[in-house]
Each structure stands twice: as structure tokens, then as C-alpha cells.
């Protein structure tokens, strides 16, 4: 059964409310954080050398942003750049053993104050929230594919393009419905299946 605009409505607050106390909470403890450009950049590197376009587009951060945040973590020791071997232009980013003792540090932090913090959770309460938010994640990284290839557009992207300019709490035209529908297709969001991992 699809969502009800009601209940969209919650589920964006609950969103921005969440990315709200994780950016405080990341501004807060800055050398601390998991959230940090540097600590993404190290862990996008800690299995496997990147090139430096590589890290910028997997980091979502610009190039030039990139470059500075690299440049600082091959000073501090964390990482080295070297010339990929199949092509001279290009650099790999590689994670030293100091960045790697460092990313551990990190995260052995964030998760014993997270434990700490969800002491009351049950195992299941656990399992449940990272079943919904990768669903999540898959739900919302196959409607920006939509927006970005038109010829395959999802639920989504046609209920914005309905709305006008796509803001959000705009109300789709109304469609007609056959005598005996009950449903007013306006008051309701459908939202794809998806296949979490």
C-alpha cells in the first residue's frame, strides 16, 4: 500500500532532525568524527589505492576539495600519492599504516559511544533500523538515477514533475477517478520496491 503525503511528510522530518543532530554532533568533536571529509577519504582508500578523480566522485566532493583534503592527510602522514603505474598523469592514493591505525581509533570511539547510546535496543530493534535505512538509501539512490535519465523516470520524479517546480509540500493536479474509487491518487506517494543487501 503506498504512503499517504502525511506520512511522507514525517518520515523527511525525522530525516532532517537526524541529519541535523549528526552534523552537531560532528561540528562538536571534529577530531572525532566519522563523518569528516578526511575520515571518508580514508576509508574509501583503507581496502584499495584510488585515483585522486576517483576519491573526489565517490567522496561527492569536488576535485579541488580533494586535492586539499589529500594533500593534508599525505602531510600528517596517513596517506602517500604515487603515480598510477597505468597511466603517468593520474595519482593513487594510498592509506599507510598510521592512517589505518588512526581510521580504527576513530571508529572504535564512534561505536563504543553508540552502544553506550543505545543500550535500551534490542538486537531486533537493531536489525530493523539498518533493514529500513539501506531500503532507504536504495529508494532515494533510484530516484536521483531517474532524474538523472529521463527516458526511465520513477514514481517520484513524475509526481514532481506534476507539481510544478518540485517543491516540496506542492500538491500534484488532481486526476480523475472511475465512480466507485475511494482513493484520491493526490493524497498518496507511492514508493518502489526495492531489494535490500
Known amino acids: 500500500m503506498p504512503i499517504t503525503r502525511s506520512q511522507a511528510a514525517d518520515l523527511l522530518d525525522a530525516l532532517v532532525s537526524l541529519l541535523r543532530v549528526s552534523r552537531t554532533v560532528a561540528h562538536r568533536d571534529v577530531e572525532r568524527s566519522v563523518s569528516a571529509t578526511p575520515i571518508t577519504i580514508l576509508r574509501l582508500v583503507r581496502n584499495s589505492d584510488l585515483r585522486l578523480g576517483n576519491v573526489a566522485e565517490q567522496a561527492q566532493i569536488k576535485p579541488s576539495v580533494a586535492s586539499r583534503v589529500v594533500a593534508s592527510l599525505e602531510a600528517d602522514g596517513y596517506v602517500t600519492r604515487t603515480p598510477d603505474p597505468e597511466d603517468a598523469r ?46 532507504l538509501e536504495l529508494t532515494v539512490q533510484d530516484w536521483v538515477e531517474s532524474l538523472q535519465n529521463p527516458n526511465h523516470p520513477s514514481s517520484t520524479q513524475q509526481l514532481l514533475s506534476r507539481s510544478g517546480d518540485g517543491a516540496v509540500g506542492d500538491s500534484p493536479p488532481p486526476t480523475e477517478q472511475p465512480a466507485d474509487s475511494s482513493t484520491n491518487s493526490a493524497d498518496t506517494i507511492t514508493v518502489r520496491e526495492t531489494t535490500t543487501v
Open 90 to 135: 593520474a595519482l593513487l592514493v594510498t592509506i599507510t599504516e598510521a592512517g589505518q591505525q588512526h581510521l580504527r581509533q576513530r571508529e572504535d570511539w564512534v561505536l563504543d559511544m553508540l552502544a553506550a547510546t543505545l543500550e535500551d535496543w534490542t538486537t531486533e530493534d537493531a536489525a530493523q533500523s539498518v533493514k529500513v535505512l539501506q531500503r
